[in-house]
């Protein structure tokens, strides 16, 4: 199975900031790579695939890039809103598996 | 707009079974390849299931194979999980998920809780 490990697992950060999220996979995803945001009580939303693709509808301050085994998802000015816990998600190879996680919270 | 909407969580004792449904609706769902995901209170999100659009492929995470199973009714337009041999850390919500080679769209969750 692929492992898939996130960091940080938690980061404190203030509105405006730029923030990075970064996912390392155990071997190659062949990009196929996607990154959902979860709120508490709520299902996990997609923000990004194909490693760097932004699902219709997602503000624009998201972006992903990466390629092979490291890829990083940026909010580049963090605002209110983004609280939240943040997953990464391999699906090149079944099982496919998701990152532990990284709970973003505002400052 | 898509629509899933998960049912049959419950509280079940340990080796017991239970079956989730999956209600789909606004797409074409003997299109589209669908998933199970769960989360454990306070985890993390867990890959569970996957059946091709027409059900002729499945596959499984490990933790599952031999007491889960996937299974659709396309005329019903309806995603099922039955799950046997329950165990305390089968305990999740279910999430069921629309599969376009990514997961643009999730239902609600259904909690299912294995105790004695």
């Known amino acids: 199975d692929i492992q898939l490990t996130q960091s940080p697992s938690f980061l404190s950060a203030s509105a405006g900031d730029r923030v990075t999220i970064t996912c390392r996979a155990s071997q190659g995803t062949n990009n196929y790579l996607a990154w959902y945001q979860q709120k508490p009580g709520k299902a996990p939303k997609l923000l990004i695939y194909a490693a760097s693709t932004l699902q219709s509808g997602v503000p624009s301050r998201f972006s992903g890039s990466g390629s092979g085994t490291e890829f990083t998802l940026r909010i580049s000015s963090l605002q209110p809103e983004d609280s939240a816990t943040y997953y990464c998600q391999q699906l090149n190879t079944y099982p496919w598996t998701f990152g532990q996680g990284t709970k973003v919270e505002i400052k | ?116």
């Open chain 2, 1 to 116: 707009q898509v629509q899933l909407v998960e049912s049959g969580g419950d509280v079940v004792q340990p080796g017991r079974s239970l079956r989730l449904s999956c209600a789909a609706s606004g797409f074409t769902f003997s299109s589209y390849g669908m998933h199970w995901v769960r989360q454990a209170p306070g985890k993390g999100l867990d890959w569970v299931a996957l059946i091709s659009y027409d059900g002729s492929s499945k596959y499984y995470t490990d933790s599952v194979k031999g007491r889960f199973t996937i299974s659709r009714d396309n005329s019903k337009n309806t995603l099922y999980l039955n799950m046997n041999s329950l165990r305390a850390e089968d305990t999740a919500v279910y999430y069921c998920a629309m599969s376009q080679g990514y997961l643009p769209h999730w239902g609600q969750g259904t909690l299912v809780t294995v105790s004695s």
